[in-house]
């Protein structure tokens, strides 16, 4: 994994790089997602699965244009459903990721998957076109959770798409679980993190539902036709996977975010903890540039840029068909929102944070929510449960 700056430290002169792409496609529409994701009727004309690659490359080379050199540690393929695309075409954007700035010897490649919309052959082209992870939306392993979250795969399917995927030779599988939906009692839980330990993966992620408003399920939620569990019924639910998780040898390294050891960790989300660059590729999609300059284009005194792109696919496309930039609008971000984030987010992980420059603490520590470790502090189990209050009393 690559060297990144802990806080405090300056970053490097050339901060780790990565790439996300987002693929703004899905079958079905989740009613609990709030990401930038249309199915096919949404869409209209002016942006299809069959043209999407295209846009995307002409991104990647626009960016790579304005970057300059540089080399792709990480690349993240997310949406939405990326295997809602052809694996040769998710392959042609890798090829043009390479093309343009070149992958790092040790590239890690993750692509997200539903389990239903995978095959073997789908996965060995995906293999052999040099993408090394690959993260599949389990989300519960019961069947009546699943219809609340409006998931589609069948359960059953599950055990088959993670043999394939080990079978075409990933180097890193994970599964990705959602706790905390009405109707899910603590069994089926129970029963939902047993069936992921089953699958002996790399990496588990396990986030709590959260209800998003303007989505079906915030509709529903304010109807009163689904009821949400209570937050401690929900942080009781976190503290059954840490436990299970833990005796089966993975470990938390990130609040939601459990590996087998240091190599099974998602190398890009950390990219984004821990003060890393990336260029947010397709519809909506963000990016960071932290160096000022003519790379990023950042304004006098800015640590760096974040910018985004504009959010309908039709729309994006037409941009860049037009030799267009695709960008939306964008902030500078200043030392003191640099230096806030970066607490926020090394707050959440177990690496923790160094002490210099924060704020008085020992009420944290002495309340059990943080711990020295070495020269760090990490948060506490209790802590986690409580890290946003702790987010707080540090920034």
């Known amino acids: 994994m690559s060297s990144l700056p802990a806080f405090g430290e300056a970053p490097p002169s050339r901060p780790a790089f990565g790439v996300y792409v987002h693929v703004p496609f899905c079958s079905v529409r989740c009613g609990y997602c709030d990401f930038n994701t249309y199915t096919a009727d949404e869409l209209g004309e002016g942006a299809t699965r069959a043209s999407y690659a295209d846009s995307a490359i002409a991104e990647i080379h626009r960016a790579a244009a304005r970057t300059g050199p540089r080399t792709v540690e990480t690349v993240f393929v997310g949406g939405g459903t990326p295997t809602q695309l052809a694996a040769t075409e998710l392959v042609r954007i890798l090829d043009a990721i390479d093309e343009a700035w070149g992958l790092a010897p040790d590239v890690e490649v993750t692509t997200e998957a539903n389990p239903d919309s995978v095959d073997p052959a789908m996965l060995a082209t995906l293999k052999a076109g040099g993408f090394t992870r690959i993260s599949f939306g389990v989300q519960s392993a019961v069947p ?7 998931r589609t795969h069948d359960p059953a399917r599950v055990p088959e798409a993670v043999r394939w995927a080990r079978e075409a030779g990933f180097e890193q599988v994970s599964v990705d679980l959602i706790y905390g939906s009405p109707g899910e009692s603590m069994d089926d839980w129970r029963r939902t993190v047993e069936h992921a330990i089953s699958l002996e993966p790399d990496h588990v992620s ?6 998003e408003a303007g989505t079906a399920f915030a509709r529903k939620v304010s109807r009163g036709e689904v009821v949400m569990p209570d937050d401690d ?3 009781d639910k976190y503290l059954l996977a840490d436990e299970m ?3 089966a040898g993975l470990r938390w390294y990130e609040l939601s975010n459990w590996g087998r050891d240091d190599a099974s ?4 989300n950390v990219l ?4 890393g660059e990336w260029w947010g590729v397709g519809p909506g999609a963000h990016s960071f540039l932290r160096t000022s300059g003519e790379r990023s284009g950042t304004g006098a005194g800015a640590e760096g840029r974040r910018w985004w792109n504009v959010k309908h696919p039709a729309a994006y496309a ?3 068909a037009a030799g267009q930039s695709p960008e939306a609008d964008g902030e500078d971000i200043d030392a003191d929102a640099a230096r806030m984030e970066d607490v926020m987010l090394r707050t959440r992980l177990r690496t923790g944070l160094d ?3 924060l704020p008085a603490h020992e009420h944290l520590i002495a309340d059990g929510l943080l711990q020295p470790v070495a020269d760090k502090l990490v948060l506490t189990r209790k802590g986690r449960l409580l890290a946003d209050h702790v987010v707080r009393e540090l920034t």
């Open 355 to 357: 002490p210099h420059g």
């Open 265 to 268: 960790q998602c190398r890009h």
């Open 233 to 235: 019924e929900t942080a």
């Open 206 to 211: 396990a986030y709590a539902l959260i209800v």
């Open 245 to 247: 998780l833990e005796a």
């Open 272 to 275: 984004y903890w821990t003060g």
């Open 144 to 150: 009546h959770v699943l219809r609340v979250l409006d």
């Open 318 to 320: 037409q941009r860049l």
